[in-house]
T-cell receptor
Framework: GENVEQHPSTLSVQEGDSAVIKCTYS??????FPWYKQELGKGPQLIID?????GEKKDQRIAVTLNKTAKHFSLHITETQPEDSAVYFC?????????????FGTGTLLAVQP | DVKVTQSSRYLVKRTGEKVFLECVQD?????MFWYRQDPGLGLRLIYF???????EKGDIPEGYSVSREKKERFSLILESASTNQTSMYLC???????????FGSGTQLSVL
C-alpha cells in the first residue's frame, strides 16, 4: 500500500522568510496530493492540492510542486507570517473517490518567529 | 460552509468503559471518516462509511467499531477502552466533486 514520508517534523523560520516542507510517496499510481493545515485547537483544513497532470500550482503565498519521476512533492510558503504557524500534513491517494483513501504524512510543525 | 460537529472536545474515561464518540455533518455528504491523530504518527484512518449502514475498515480498526444509522451521523465506539486508545480523534466528511475532506475540531480522549 501507499506510504507517505514527510520532512522535517519541525521547522522554525523568521517572519518574512520562506518555508519548504517535503513529502515522498511510494505508490506510483497515486495522482492526487493535497496539503492540510491544522491550527491549534482545530481540525485540519485543505489549503492547496495538486494532481499528477501538473507540475506546479500556486495560490498567493503558497505553492506546491510535484515530481512524479522522483515521487516527491513539496509545499512552499513565501513571506511567512505568524498566522502561518500550524501543523501541516501532506497526503496522497489514487483519487477518483473516497474508497481510494488518502494516506497522510506524519506532519510538520511550522513556527514562524516574529 | 460545511460544518462537522464532534460532540465533545475533551473526554476522560476509565479503562474498560464503553465509549461513544459522536460526529454530525450538515452537508449531506455520503462519505464520513474517523481518524486518530498521534504525535509523530500523523493521521491514521480507523473506519470510514460510504453510505448509511455501510462501513469499511481503515488502517487501524482493532478495538473500534462504528455505527451509521443516519446519513448525517457517524459514531465511533470503543467497546472496552484501553490506555493505548488515549488520543485525538478526528471525524471528517468527503466532498465527491473535488475530493476535499472537511474535519471536525476533534475529541481529545484520555483513558485512565
Amino acid at each position: 500500500g501507499e506510504n507517505v514520508e514527510q520532512h522535517p517534523s519541525t521547522l522554525s523560520v523568521q517572519e518574512g522568510d520562506s518555508a519548504v516542507i517535503k513529502c515522498t510517496y511510494s505508490d506510483s499510481a497515486s495522482n492526487y496530493f493535497p496539503w492540510y493545515k491544522q491550527e491549534l485547537g482545530k481540525g485540519p483544513q485543505l489549503i492547496i492540492d495538486i494532481r499528477s497532470n501538473v507540475g506546479e500550482k500556486k495560490d498567493q503565498r503558497i505553492a506546491v510542486t510535484l515530481n512524479k519521476t522522483a515521487k516527491h512533492f513539496s509545499l512552499h510558503i513565501t513571506e511567512t507570517q505568524p498566522e502561518d504557524s500550524a501543523v501541516y500534513f501532506c497526503a496522497a491517494s489514487r483519487g477518483g473517490g473516497a474508497t481510494n483513501k488518502l494516506i497522510f504524512g506524519t506532519g510538520t510543525l511550522l513556527a514562524v518567529q516574529p | 460552509d460545511v460544518k462537522v460537529t464532534q460532540s465533545s472536545r475533551y473526554l476522560v474515561k476509565r479503562t474498560g468503559e464503553k465509549v461513544f464518540l459522536e460526529c454530525v455533518q450538515d452537508m449531506d455528504h455520503e462519505n464520513m471518516f474517523w481518524y486518530r491523530q498521534d504525535p509523530g504518527l500523523g493521521l491514521r484512518l480507523i473506519y470510514f462509511s460510504y453510505d448509511v449502514k455501510m462501513k469499511e475498515k481503515g488502517d487501524i480498526p482493532e478495538g473500534y467499531s462504528v455505527s451509521r444509522e443516519k446519513k448525517e451521523r457517524f459514531s465511533l465506539i470503543l467497546e472496552s477502552a484501553s490506555t493505548n486508545q488515549t488520543s485525538m480523534y478526528l471525524c471528517a466528511t468527503y466532498r465527491q466533486g473535488d475530493e476535499k475532506l472537511f474535519f471536525g475540531s476533534g475529541t481529545q480522549l484520555s483513558v485512565l
